[in-house]
């Protein structure tokens, strides 16, 4: 059974840098079957997928148009999690955070029902 | 503005039937690319209802089905029961913007 459990501040500044990093267990990092996602929820944005870390013999990321300029997303193989890194926050940032488990068998790319408890992140000064 | 527009709300008595849509362009659901249907019940997190358009991951209830027509798809619950009351949302791939994208969401209210 797939557990994420997400860990990170949930009030900042604007332009301060939002991090979050989310645990994985019951499934590795670098499985060939995975992609672990971030997505994020707020009332104006609806639901937003913002990026994704996977490993197929080398490591990849993919970021969403709207954020490329401020991700970063990076797997920690030694412990067995991965993060989220946005920079410069602004109001508009406010959501609450999803760390997900993409499912992937090369046919079908969905997201599952492993979403991490979310982290309700406030951007205000 | 979503990418993939959905109707805000849709209602139903129990027992009867009701469709939400999804409506996408050519570059995305009019592309072929997969669409994906995720069930969010209040103060969960979304569940994953269809995927590939029409099938069912284990345990969900056949009363939920899924189909597409050119560049929109479409979710049909029938039977409807009080515990369908969620909100219901579409997510494929665009490839304009080379990522995956949401519906905005639909609100069922089962009357």
Known sequence: QVQLQQSGPGLLKPSQTLSL????????????????????????????WLGRTYYRSKWYNDYAVSVKSRITIKPD????????????????????????????????????????????????? | QSVLTQPP????????????????????????HDVHW?????????KLLIYGYSNRPSGVPDRFSGSKSGTSASLAITGLQAED??????QSYDRRLSGWVFGGGTKLTVL
């Open chain 1, 21 to 48: 990093t989310c645990a994985i267990s019951g499934d590795s990092v670098s499985s060939n079957s995975a992609a672990w996602n971030w997505i994020r929820q707020s009332p104006s944005r609806g639901l937003e």
């Open chain 1, 77 to 125: 193989t030694s412990r067995n999690q991965f993060s989220l890194q946005l920079n410069s926050v602004t109001p508009e940032d406010t959501a609450v955070y999803y760390c997900v488990k993409g499912f992937d068998d090369g046919v079908y790319y969905y997201f599952d029902d492993n979403w991490g408890q979310g982290t309700l992140v406030t951007v205000s000064s």
């Open chain 2, 9 to 32: 709300s849709v209602s139903g008595a129990r027992g009867q039937r009701v469709t939400i849509s999804c409506t996408g362009s050519s570059s995305n659901i009019g592309a072929n």
């Open chain 2, 38 to 46: 995720y069930q969010q019940l209040p103060g969960t997190v979304p």
């Open chain 2, 85 to 90: 009351e969620a909100d219901y949302y579409c």
